[in-house]
C-alpha cells in the first residue's frame, strides 16, 4: 500500500509539471485528486489493514495528498496567470466589470439643491406627509371657502374629527414646513425643505399625483425682494451654468405678497428658443415671494420687526428639464431600464 | 379669456403703431400671463369667398349635390348637401388646409365617388351662429377669392390670458380691467367710464318694479329696469363681430347685449321676458326645487343655492344661468333687467354641484364689485337705444343694497417701502402707479401717505399694505429690481443630522451594494395586501382615492417593492432595489395638528428597505444580512454588528427566514422571504429576500456609535486557532459565538467561517467552525496558556450548550 501510495505520487508529479493549460488541469484533478480519482480508490483499502499499520498508512496517506493537493494549487496559479498573460496582449480589453449602484434622480436634483443652501448657511427640515388642514392651509392664508383651496386638489384621509369633518390631508405644498419651521426655530431662519407632496389628479405623461418639491424660507430683520432676487439669481447659476438668467413675473400664492414666480434662460438652447423652453427661450421653475405677514404671525413672528423671503422648487419639473425625462411617471414606478442611467 | 385690442382701444387710448408683442410682454411681465396673441382673420386661414359656377345633382346620392366653384385662383369641384345652394351664390369657401372651428380639418375628400375640393359652409360650421339650415350666402360686395375674414370686417387683434393667473383678480375678467393695467404699464391714458353709460338717474316717476331680496347676505346687491318695446333679432354687425373676436357665437340681440357688456366690463347681467315675470324673489331655494335652465336641463336644487324666483317658480339659478321659461325669445317685447351681486363661495359651490360653469359663474365666484352692478345696467341702457331705438323706459331703477361698500384705507410709508423693496423708487411714480390703477391719494407729506383701495379691489384683493407694495413693485418691474445678498451676522448653521445619515445610507445602498434607489407611492390597495395576508382594516385609508389599488396609506415599503421586483423579475436575473420613505398609522403620533384640532397627526416615520432577488434563497439571506451588517457599520463605527434573531412568530406574508435584527440589543428592524403562498399570489418567478429598518432607530444607532475611536493594536503578536463545534441544530449561532466571545478577555476576535450539516454527522446536529484569536497586551502568551483556556472553554460549552469539540 506504501508502494502504490508513493507511486500514485511518482506518476501524479511526472504529469503535472508537464501541465500547461486548465483542460490538462482538469483530467489531472479528475484522475489523482477527485472522490473517484487514485487516491481516494487507493484508500479504501485501508480498512482492510491491521490497527497499526492503518495509522502509519493513514498519516502517510493523508501527508500526500495535502502534498499533493499544495502543489496542484500552486501550478494551477501559475497556468492561470499564464493564460492570463496570453490574453494581457490585447490592452484595449475591458477591465473588470463591477456592478453599479443607483440613485434617483429626484434625490439627485434634491442633494444638488441641499448642497447649494446649506452652503449658504440654511438648514434643511423636514415636515409631515399625512398634514393637517391646518399647516397646508389655513396658517398658510388660505381659510376655508378660499378660492385658492379650488385651485389644488387635495387628498383627504378617511378620519373626521369630532365635528365630523376631514381636516387630515396629504400635503399638497412642501410651504406646509413655513409655519412649523417658524414655530419650531423662531426667527431668524433660515431653512429649506425638500420633499413629496400630493395632488389629487389622473396621472398621464405631464400629471402626477405624487410629485417633489423643494421650499425654502428665509426670515430675519432686513429681509427685501432685493435678496430674493439675488439669492434665485444664484440658484439659478449654480444649476444651470454662469451666465444663466432670472427672469420674475406677478404671480398669486395665498402666502407671499408680493408673489412671483421666477424663469431662467433655457439651460439647452441658453434664451434662443429651443423644444425644452418651448420656443420662449425661458423656463418657469419656481415660484417666490415675501412671507405674507398672516403666515409670519401663525408662526408667532411679529411682522413689523421681522420679514421674510420664501420660494418652492418643483423638483420632478427640474429633474425632467435637467435629465431629459420626458414622462413623470418614470420617477415612481421603478423601472430599471429607467433607474440604471442615474 | 380673451381679450380683443378693437373693445381695448374704445377704453384706453393705445397709440396707433404700437407693437402688439409689447402689449403682451408687458401683460406678462406687470399684470397676468399672456399665452399669445393672434390676429383675427387668422381664424378663417384657407377660408375664401367663392362664386358657384354650376350646380349638378351627384350620380350616386340623392340628396348631394356637386358644384363648381370659382375662388379666382382656380375652379374648384366641391361636393355640398345644401339644399339651398344655386348657381352664381357668392359663397364661403373652406379650402384644402383650412381648420374650423372644433378643429376640423378640411382635407381632399372622395364622397360616393365624386371628389372634392374643400367645402362649401354653413354658419355653424364658421362658429358664426346656430345656422345649419343651409349655405351661408354672402352679399354682393363680397369679391371672389378675397379672404372671408374681410369679407366679415375682421381686423381684431386677440390676447389669449391665461384663466388660472387670474384667480385673484376678479377686476381683469374684462376689458375695462385690462384697459386700467395697460394704461398704468405704459402711462396711457385711460377714459372716464362715463363716457359709456347713461348719465341719467333713475326716473322715480315712472313704476318701480315689484321686487323682493330675501337672502340679504348671499345677494349682495340687485339692480333692476324694466325696458319695453324691444325687438328681438340678429344684432348689428359691429356687435357679432366683436362677440366673434371673444369666440363667442351671437345668439340675438338682447343675450348678446348682456354678453358683450360682461366681457366689457365684466359685469354678468341677465335679461327676463317682462312679459312672463312680473314680480322677482331672489332667496334660497328649497330642498329639492327644480328649474329647467337654458340649455334644456333640469336642475335640482336645495337649500345652499341662490334661485331668483317670481315668489313661487325660480325663474333663475342665481349668478349661473336662466331658466329656459322665463328668458328672452324672438317674440319678446319687454324684458327685466338684473344686474346683481352674489356671494363669491355660495355660487361656487352651486355651480360645483351642478357641474355647471358659466362666464357668468366664473365671475361671480372670483368675487366681484358690487360697484359694478349699477354702471353695468347704465351701460345696457345706453347700448340698447343703439340697437333698439325704440326702446323704453317703463320703470325707475330697483337697487337693494343693503350693505353698502365702504371705502378702505391704507397707511404707507416710504422708508418701509423702500425698506421692503431693497431700493428706493422715486415718490412721484409710486403715486402715479397708484393712481393710474384707480387709487386715492390722501394725507400726503414726505415721509408717508394713505391711500383708498378702489371698490374693484376692495373685496379680497388689496387690504394691508403689502398688498400695496406689490402693486407698486410689479409696475415698476421686478426685473429692475437690483439684486443683493442679504446682509447678516455670521451665525453657525444648524444641522440636520438626520438628513445627513438620510443621505449617507442612500449612497451606502447604492454606491456600495449596488442597489436601486426607488420611490413608490405612500398607497397601497386592499387586493395588494390581501395576497400578502396582511390585515388591511388597520390601515388609514384615503377619504377620496384616485383607483381602488391607490387606496390605503402603506405601512410597511415591502407591498410595493414586491411590486417592483414583479415588474422587473422578466428583464433582469439579480437585482436589487431600496426605497427610504414613510409609513402610516391609524394611532395618533408625536406631531400636533395646530389650529383648533386638539388630538396630534396620525403616527407617520421613516423606513429604510430593500429586497434583493435571485434563484437562491440561502444565498440571497446571507447577502442581505451581510447588507444590513455593513449598513449598520458604515452608519456608526466599525466595532458595531448586527445580530439576527429569529422572529417569534411568522405572520403574514413573512417565510421561513423570518429574523429580527438587533444592534446592541434593540431592535431595529427585520429580514425576511416571502411565504410560498404569496409568491404565488403574485406570480413571482424569483426569490427575493427583504429587510425593512426603522429609520429613527438606524439615527440613534449611528448618533450612539458614531464615535470612533483607536485601539492600540497588541506589541505581542496572537495566537490563532480553529476549533468545530458541534451542537444541537436549534442552537443558535449568537449564543456560541457570545459565550466564546465572553468567556476571556485574551480572546479577541471570534470569526465564524464553515457551518456543517450532513453525513457525517447525526441528523439534528450542526456543526460551526470558529476562527479564534488569542492576545495579551502585556506578554506573548504561551501554547500551554492558549491550549488551557480552550480545554476550559470546551468544557463550558458541553456544560451549557452539550457542544461536542468536532474531530476531523
Not at chain 2, 348637401?81 to 359663397?91: F, P, T
Not at chain 2, 409710486?430 to 401717505?449: P, R
Not at chain 2, 445627513?500 to 386592499?526: A, C, D, P, Q, T
Request: glycine share 6%; aromatic share 8%.
Amino acid at each position: 500500500m506504501k508502494n502504490k501510495l508513493n507511486k500514485i505520487k511518482e506518476e501524479f508529479y511526472q504529469v503535472i509539471e508537464k501541465a500547461r493549460s486548465e483542460k490538462e488541469l482538469q483530467d489531472i484533478e479528475l484522475k489523482f485528486l477527485s472522490r473517484k480519482g487514485l487516491l481516494s480508490e487507493t484508500l479504501k483499502g485501508l480498512k482492510d489493514l491491521g490497527q497499526e499499520s492503518k495509522k502509519e498508512i493513514g498519516m502517510l496517506a493523508n501527508s500526500i495528498k495535502k502534498e499533493l493537493i499544495g502543489k496542484f494549487d500552486n501550478v494551477k496559479k501559475v497556468v492561470k496567470e499564464k493564460e492570463t498573460e496570453k490574453l494581457v496582449g490585447d490592452l484595449s480589453l475591458p477591465g473588470k466589470e463591477f456592478p453599479q449602484g443607483h440613485l434617483n434622480p429626484i434625490t439627485l436634483i434634491q442633494n444638488e439643491l441641499e448642497d447649494i443652501f446649506t452652503s449658504l448657511g440654511f438648514m434643511v427640515e423636514d415636515g409631515p406627509e399625512l398634514e393637517s388642514d391646518y399647516y397646508n392651509f389655513t396658517s398658510l392664508n388660505v381659510p376655508p371657502l378660499h378660492p385658492a383651496r379650488d385651485m389644488q386638489d387635495t387628498f383627504y384621509i378617511d378620519k373626521k374629527n369630532d365635528k365630523g369633518e376631514n381636516k387630515l390631508l396629504l400635503r399638497t405644498q412642501t410651504s406646509s414646513v413655513q409655519v412649523r419651521a417658524l414655530l419650531k426655530h423662531g426667527a431668524p431662519l433660515k431653512v429649506v425643505a425638500p420633499g413629496r407632496v400630493f395632488r389629487n389628479e389622473a396621472t398621464d405623461a405631464r400629471h402626477e399625483h405624487t410629485f417633489y418639491q423643494f421650499e425654502g424660507m428665509m426670515v430675519g430683520e432686513n429681509i427685501n425682494f432685493s435678496n430674493l432676487k439675488k439669492l434665485l439669481e444664484i440658484v439659478g447659476k449654480k444649476l444651470f451654468g454662469e451666465n444663466t438668467k432670472l427672469r420674475m413675473r406677478p404671480k398669486f400664492y395665498p402666502f407671499v405678497e408680493p408673489g412671483n414666480n421666477g424663469e431662467y434662460t433655457c439651460f439647452l438652447c441658453k434664451g434662443e428658443g429651443c423644444k425644452v423652453c418651448k420656443g420662449s427661450g425661458w423656463l418657469e421653475i419656481v415660484g417666490a415671494g415675501l412671507v405674507h405677514p398672516d403666515v409670519l404671525r401663525a408662526g408667532g413672528i411679529d411682522p413689523e420687526k421681522y420679514s421674510g423671503l420664501a420660494f418652492g422648487f418643483g423638483l420632478t419639473r427640474l429633474a425632467m428639464l435637467k435629465y431629459n425625462i420626458n414622462d413623470v411617471r418614470l420617477f415612481n414606478n421603478g423601472d430599471i431600464r429607467f433607474l440604471e442611467q442615474f | 379669456m380673451y381679450i380683443s385690442l378693437n373693445i381695448l382701444k374704445d377704453f384706453v387710448k393705445i397709440p396707433k403703431n404700437v407693437d402688439y408683442k409689447e402689449i403682451a410682454n408687458n401683460l406678462t411681465q406687470h399684470t397676468v400671463e399672456v399665452e399669445g396673441f393672434f390676429a383675427e382673420g387668422e381664424k378663417f386661414k384657407n377660408v375664401v369667398v367663392g362664386k358657384v359656377l354650376s350646380v349638378e345633382k351627384h350620380p350616386n346620392a340623392d340628396k348631394l349635390n356637386v358644384a363648381e366653384v370659382d375662388v379666382k385662383k382656380e375652379k374648384l369641384q366641391i361636393v355640398c348637401g345644401a339644399s339651398n345652394l344655386e348657381k352664381g351664390q357668392l359663397v364661403p369657401v373652406s379650402l384644402v388646409g383650412a381648420i374650423l372651428p372644433g378643429d376640423f380639418e378640411i382635407k381632399e375628400a372622395e364622397i360616393r365617388g365624386v371628389k372634392s375640393f374643400g367645402m362649401i359652409c354653413a354658419e355653424d360650421e364658421l362658429g358664426l351662429g346656430e345656422g345649419h339650415e343651409g349655405i351661408m350666402v354672402l352679399d354682393s360686395k363680397a369679391k371672389i377669392g378675397n379672404n372671408f375674414a374681410d369679407y366679415l370686417g375682421l381686423d381684431d387683434i386677440v390676447f389669449e390670458i391665461d384663466n388660472k393667473s387670474l384667480s385673484n383678480r376678479p377686476d381683469l375678467l374684462n376689458h375695462f380691467g385690462i384697459a386700467r393695467e395697460l394704461s398704468a404699464i405704459f402711462n396711457w391714458e385711460l377714459k372716464e367710464i362715463d363716457e359709456f353709460i347713461v348719465d341719467t338717474e333713475s326716473n322715480d316717476s315712472l313704476n318701480s318694479l315689484n321686487i323682493k331680496n330675501n337672502t340679504k347676505e348671499n345677494c349682495l346687491r340687485y339692480n333692476a329696469i324694466k325696458i319695453d318695446n324691444i325687438s328681438v333679432g340678429e344684432s348689428p354687425q359691429w356687435l357679432k363681430n366683436r362677440l366673434l373676436a371673444l369666440y363667442q357665437k351671437p345668439v340675438n340681440n338682447i343675450v348678446d347685449l348682456t354678453n358683450y357688456i360682461m366681457f366689457e366690463i365684466g359685469q354678468p347681467l341677465h335679461a327676463f321676458d317682462g312679459d312672463i315675470v312680473d314680480k322677482i324673489v331672489v332667496r334660497q331655494a328649497k330642498e329639492n326645487e327644480k328649474i329647467k335652465t337654458l340649455d334644456e336641463k333640469e336642475r335640482i336644487l336645495d337649500e345652499n343655492d341662490i334661485v331668483i324666483t317670481n315668489s313661487e317658480t325660480p325663474l333663475a339659478v342665481a349668478g349661473i344661468m336662466g331658466g329656459v321659461d322665463s328668458g328672452v325669445n324672438s317674440k319678446t317685447k319687454s324684458i327685466i333687467l338684473e344686474s346683481a351681486n352674489f356671494k363669491d363661495y355660495v355660487v361656487r359651490k352651486t355651480s360645483q354641484k351642478l357641474n355647471l360653469r358659466t362666464e357668468a359663474s366664473l365671475r361671480y365666484e372670483k368675487s366681484l364689485d358690487p360697484e359694478l352692478t349699477m354702471t353695468a345696467l347704465k351701460r345696457f341702457v345706453f347700448l340698447i337705444k343703439k340697437i333698439n331705438e325704440e326702446a323704453e323706459i317703463s320703470s325707475s331703477i330697483t337697487d337693494l343694497y343693503s350693505n353698502k361698500f365702504e371705502e378702505s384705507e391704507i397707511n404707507l410709508n416710504y422708508k418701509w417701502l423702500n425698506d421692503k423693496i431693497g431700493q428706493e423708487i422715486d415718490k412721484k411714480d409710486i403715486l402715479n402707479y397708484l393712481e393710474k390703477l384707480g387709487f386715492k391719494i390722501k394725507k400726503q407729506n414726505e415721509e408717508s401717505f394713505v391711500v383708498v383701495v378702489p371698490s374693484w379691489r376692495a373685496n379680497k384683493d388689496i387690504k394691508i399694505k403689502e398688498d400695496v407694495l406689490e402693486e407698486i413693485l410689479r409696475l415698476y418691474g421686478y426685473d429692475n429690481v437690483n439684486s443683493k445678498l442679504p446682509y447678516e451676522e455670521l451665525v453657525l448653521p444648524k444641522i440636520n443630522n438626520e438628513k445627513k445619515i438620510e443621505r449617507n445610507i442612500k449612497n451606502i445602498l447604492s454606491l456600495k451594494h449596488s442597489l436601486f434607489e426607488v420611490y413608490n407611492y405612500s398607497f397601497v390597495g386592499e387586493d395588494q395586501l390581501k395576497k400578502m395576508n396582511v390585515d388591511y382594516l388597520n390601515h388609514l385609508k384615503l377619504a377620496n382615492p384616485l383607483s381602488g389599488v391607490q387606496s390605503i396609506l402603506r405601512q410597511s415599503l415591502v407591498p410595493n417593492l414586491i411590486v417592483n421586483i414583479k415588474n422587473n423579475q422578466a428583464k433582469e436575473n439579480n437585482f436589487g432595489f431600496f426605497e427610504i420613505g414613510n409609513v402610516f398609522y391609524q394611532n395618533p403620533g408625536n406631531i400636533e395638528q395646530g389650529g383648533d384640532e386638539k388630538e396630534n397627526l396620525p403616527f407617520q416615520e421613516s423606513k429604510v428597505a430593500f429586497s434583493l432577488t435571485g434563484e437562491s434563497e440561502e444565498k440571497l439571506f446571507s447577502e442581505i444580512k451581510g447588507m444590513v451588517n455593513s449598513l449598520i457599520k458604515n452608519i456608526s463605527n466599525k466595532n458595531i454588528d448586527a445580530s439576527f434573531y429569529p422572529l417569534e412568530e411568522e405572520m403574514g406574508w413573512k417565510g421561513s427566514m423570518a429574523v429580527s435584527v438587533f444592534v446592541k440589543g434593540v431592535r431595529i428592524g427585520f429580514i425576511s422571504n416571502l411565504k410560498e403562498e404569496v409568491v404565488n399570489n403574485f406570480n413571482l418567478k424569483k426569490k427575493s429576500l427583504f429587510t425593512e429598518l426603522n429609520f429613527n432607530t438606524l439615527f440613534s444607532i449611528s448618533e450612539k456609535y458614531k464615535h470612533k475611536y483607536f485601539v492600540e493594536p497588541s506589541k505581542f503578536p496572537s495566537v490563532e486557532r480553529d476549533l468545530a463545534f458541534v451542537i444541537n441544530k436549534d442552537l443558535l449561532y449568537n449564543d456560541i459565538s457570545n459565550e466564546i466571545l465572553n468567556f476571556s478577555e485574551l480572546i479577541t476576535k471570534v470569526k465564524l467561517f464553515d457551518v456543517y450539516q450532513g453525513d457525517k454527522l447525526n441528523e439534528d446536529e450542526k456543526s460551526l467552525a470558529f476562527h479564534i484569536s488569542f492576545s495579551s497586551k502585556e506578554k506573548t502568551l504561551l501554547a500551554s496558556e492558549v491550549d488551557s483556556l480552550l480545554k476550559e472553554l470546551t468544557e463550558k460549552l458541553k456544560e451549557n450548550f452539550n457542544a461536542k469539540l468536532r474531530d476531523f
